[in-house]
Every structure is written in C-alpha cells, then in structure tokens.
C-alpha cells in the first residue's frame, strides 16, 4: 500500500534573476515498509522534498498524497492532525528537548496530540524497549552520546502509530558504526510497516534502502533496480 | 590476496592439515575467496621448499598431511604484515578513463555518463549492505569483508559526486588560458614497479 505519493511536485524560491527551481515535477511513491534514500549534492532539492512531503511547506505546483488522501484538499488543523499522528521527523541535530528526560522527549508527539501523560509514558517506554533504549529513559539527552540522542529521535519519531518517517541526513554527524547503528534502526522500522524517505548525500546510508532516487538540479533523474540478492555477490569467482 | 601469507598466519596458531586450511582460510575471509584444494597444496609445497614450513610425514600427500611454520616463516608472516601494499601507483582506473574521456567526445552528457557509473555502483553498495544485514552480526570476518567493499565503493561515488561539482563549476565558469608564468620545476614521475 502506497503511504506517500508525490506526483509532479514543484518548489520555487526567489523571483526574477534570483529564481531557484528547486523541485521541478517530481514524483514519487513510497509503499509502507520500505526505504527510499533521496540522493543528491547540496542544492539538488533533497531537503525541500521532505519537508513538502512532510506537509511541513506547500508546493507551488503539482500533488502529494498521504495514505491516498491530497494535502491540497486538507485545512491547516487537518493537516496539523496528520503532522502530529500520521508522520515522524528525523533531523541531523536531533532536535530533543533538553529540559525532558528520554522518556519525556519521545512521550511529547502523544501528549502533544491529546493523550494523557501517563499512557503517552507507557507507550514511549515500549518503544525504547523495542529499540534497545530502556536503560536511557530516566537520562536527559546531554547524557547521552551522540548515537545514542538520534536513536532516541527515532524512537520519537515512529511512536504511535507513525507510518511515515522522514529523516534528514539522520546520520550526518555521526561516525560510522552510530551511523549504521541509526540505519538498522530505520530500517527495522520499515520491517514494522513503516514507510520512510532517507535523505542523504552518502552513498552508505542510501545503501540500506529498498530504493534510491537520484535528485539532480531539482528533478529525479535516475533511481536503483529492485537489488539483486546476496547470492550474485558471493558466487565463487566472481571476486578476485 | 596472498594465499601463501593467509596459510602461514593460519599455521601461526599450530600445526594444520591441507584440508584444514583450506576451510579456516574460506572462514576467516567471510567466504567471500573461495579458493580450491589445488591451490592450497602447491602454495604448501612451495612453502616447504623455500623453508616456511615443514610437513609432519613423509610420502604422504594426501588430505591428512599436516605442516607446521618454522621460524623463518614466522619472520616472514611478521615482515608482511608490516609491509604496506604499493598504493601509490598513478591511477590508471577505466572509470576514471570512461569520464575523462567522456568530457571531450561531442553528443556525450558526462554528467549523463556519472549518474549511470553512480547508479551501478550505488547498487552494488545494496547488495552488500544486504549481505551485512542479513549475515555480518555473527560473522566478523564476513563484516569487515564487507565494511571494505562498502568503503572502497563509497569512495567511487565521492568521486564521482566530486567529479560532477566540479565539471558543473568549470561549465559555469570556464577556466581561462594561464598567463605566461614562471616556468614550474619539473617533477620527475616515480617509476613504481609491481611485484
């Protein structure tokens, strides 16, 4: 089942000279349980795709589609409704709150949307557990390190019952085991049914995903073939 | 690979059979270099003549020979590990070729021409993150096997993602004809031979 769709989605910023197309028509489609990484060099667009998909700005042209129903229909509670229910944000620098505990930071989308606090403390702890965090909920997120602050943005992010995660070079500042540490994770959640869209100039973390999209100068020009199994990679004689 | 060191770090530990060896080799390698019975034992014969290791019997060739390393060959396996690969040959890589001369063949977009090497290597990049996923949890050998192969590819697509910044720029912005300059000190290239 397709959670995101995006069809001939276009970005404009600036006017005149200074026009910049930063989308333009681009489509795309996410089932859920999969990983799409968006790749491209800075400027491409990439970021300007996930926080439209995110509902979190407006195209100038074109649609995007969430479990089948258009933004573009949606008022702004609606649309604030699905932010808050529907889709989970992962950043480069983490964004926790560091007044609040672990458990407090990744409680707040549920306490945020209604639910008591309480039953919002016993779903995060559920999450943490399913993630290998249960020993980190009583910390504050400076006690952490920094693999460890973005697993915990992870975990707040497909609390609930989230279908859609998008992350923003979830692995940037991290070295390379947090990294891939940060990448199971995502992609453990996608094994839940979880859709996702990883955007990523690294080829690495663009690895762990079903699909990669190319973004070049603001159009998606080129994306992998389903990969081929294990097996083609380790059949004698082929390496040398 | 030298087949002849992997047989000597594995004799390190003591004394092995041909067999043996062949299958701790294809182990400690993440099975990724597979290597037949054949190879093993003339690699082991060529070991015994030059003094690396000794066999416990006479006459007997048969999958249940064992050997041993002597001390020269300890000296050996000890000096090899110390000793960097040669990875200061100039580059003479066919994709570096593809997009050098990519640039200078009209009708050809190079960019065009980056995408699809990135493309395919990106897949690759796939295939042994699967691997990775699937299996390198209980097999660290088979990990670090593939943490190479993910490395060396990502440092392709760097490259290329290098190499299409700046074929972008100098697009923008066409370098001009260098003024008559101080003539630069000749550098005389490093002939490197390879063993």
Known sequence: MTVLELRGVSKTYGQGAAKVHALAG?????????????MGPSGSGKSTLLTIAGSLEEPDGGEVLIDGHPLSGMSRNAKARLRRRTVGYVFQDFNLLPGLTVAENVALPLELDGMSARPARTAALGVLNELGLEGRAARFPDELSGGERQRVAIARAVIGDRRLLLADEPSGALDSVNAEAVMRMIHNACKRGVAAVVVTHDAQLASWADRVVFLRDGRAVDQTSPPAGPESLLTPGQIQ | MSIRHALLALLSEGPKYGLQLREEFEAR????????????????????????????????????????????????????LRTPPDLASPPRDELVMKVLVAVRVPGIDVHEVIQSHRRYLVELMQQWTRIKEAEADSDLSLALVVDSELFRLDAVVRWLDAAGG???RAAADPPQPAPPALPLPRVRRRTITRR
């Open chain 1, 26 to 38: 681009v489509d795309l489609s996410v089932d859920a349980g999969s990983m799409v990484a968006v």
């Open chain 2, 166 to 168: 700046r074929l972008k």
């Open chain 2, 29 to 80: 390698t993440g099975e990724v270099w597979p290597l037949n019975v054949g190879q093993v034992y003339t690699t082991l014969q060529r070991l015994e003549r030059d003094g690396l290791v000794e066999s416990d019997g006479a006459g007997d060739d048969g999958p249940q020979k064992g050997f041993h390393i002597t001390a020269d060959g300890e000296a050996e396996l000890a000096g090899w």
